[in-house]
RNA sequence: GCUGGGGUAGCGAAGUGGUCAAACGCACCUGACUGUAAAUCAGGCGGCUCUGCCUUCGGGGGUUCGAAUCCCUCCCCCAGCA
């Protein structure tokens, strides 16, 4: 009896939703929100800039915390904002009597917030700056799978309409706007593909087009191999059906 | 039909008598990851009973101790001429 009371240790929980880019992660956390009065807390360190909208494949029809929250072009988001401000998020959620659902393809950050790494607020030397606590929160890590073959697929549909809803369009307006293209060749894929294109690398679309949708392929194989390796406990699920149900028996 | 060029591993492309299972690039596969992580880096990539063996460089035949590399022939592709 006693030992029950332990392993009921809290009431506060956060429900993860990974996977590799374009496994639709972004809609079935958005439902998982709407079913279980959840709030969104993105774990993206691209979408968290201002106007890279297409590039980063936002989804604003449904209100994420940490995305729009920077000015592109400045410095650079970094794991250390993302910890503090996710930490400080989670408790007003709770507050609301709602439940957090982290969604998002930077598996460094999820595992950080996994982990309740806590980083000193100065930079320090590398190889020291963490200092690991148990996190004080319950977790269910839901990990989206797709056929490879099928995941390529979709990378590819998504990247042509993409570029034809102005993928190109939208960097260049943010080089007009003053972004420098060494800024944009940071955050890889997209924008610097696009950059790169602009600047004349490519000989034409259709070149931009494989050199990006290749890369985007290598990135995606990348996130399956941490969400393998580096976090604990994944749940691999199929789809919403699936996910819905571990959710439920989550809550409960 | 003639002439010239060409057919090399999934694709592109080196190699033109031995050190070639065959450079290199791409795709693909795997892994690392400690404050840029959509980044950065590493390995693999014909087959196998894997410190060696087997089957490969359009097909077949030949020369040679030895051929992807030389010769003959056949098939296919491209360019120019008819």
Not at 110 to 128: Q, S, V
Not at 180 to 208: F, I
Request: hydrophobic share 35%; net charge positive; glycine share 10%.
């Amino acid at each position: 009896m006693t030992q029950r009371k332990k392993t009921v240790k809290t009431n506060k929980k956060v429900i993860f939703i990974v996977g590799p880019t374009s496994s639709g992660k972004t809609d079935v956390a958005i439902a998982l929100a709407r079913e279980f009065n959840g709030e969104l807390v993105s774990a993206d360190s691209r979408q968290v800039y201002r106007g890279l909208d297409i590039g980063t494949g936002k989804d604003k029809s449904y209100p994420h915390h940490l995305i729009d929250i920077k000015n592109p072009g400045g410095a650079m988001f970094s794991l250390g904002e993302f910890l503090r401000r996710a930490n400080e998020l989670l408790p007003q959620i709770w507050e609301k009597g709602k439940v957090p659902i982290v969604v998002g393809g930077t598996g460094l950050y999820i595992t950080a917030l996994l982990k309740g790494y806590k980083l000193p607020k100065k930079k320090m030397g590398r190889g020291r700056w963490r200092k690991q606590e148990k996190p004080a929160f319950d977790t269910l890590v839901i990990a989206l799978d797709v056929p490879r073959a099928v995941l390529y697929q979709r990378i590819d549909e998504r990247l042509r309409r993409r570029m034809e809803e102005g993928l190109i369009a939208e960097v260049e307006g943010l080089i007009r706007a003053g972004v420098e293209a060494k800024w944009l060749n940071k955050l890889g894929l997209e924008y610097r593909y696009v950059t790169n294109y602009l600047a004349g690398e490519y000989e034409n679309e259709e070149e931009l087009y494989n050199k990006l949708r290749f890369a985007i392929h290598r990135y995606a194989r990348r996130q399956l191999t941490w969400l393998r390796h580096q976090i604990n406990g994944v749940e691999w699920t199929r789809g919403l059906p699936c996910a819905r149900v571990k959710v439920k028996q989550f809550l409960h």
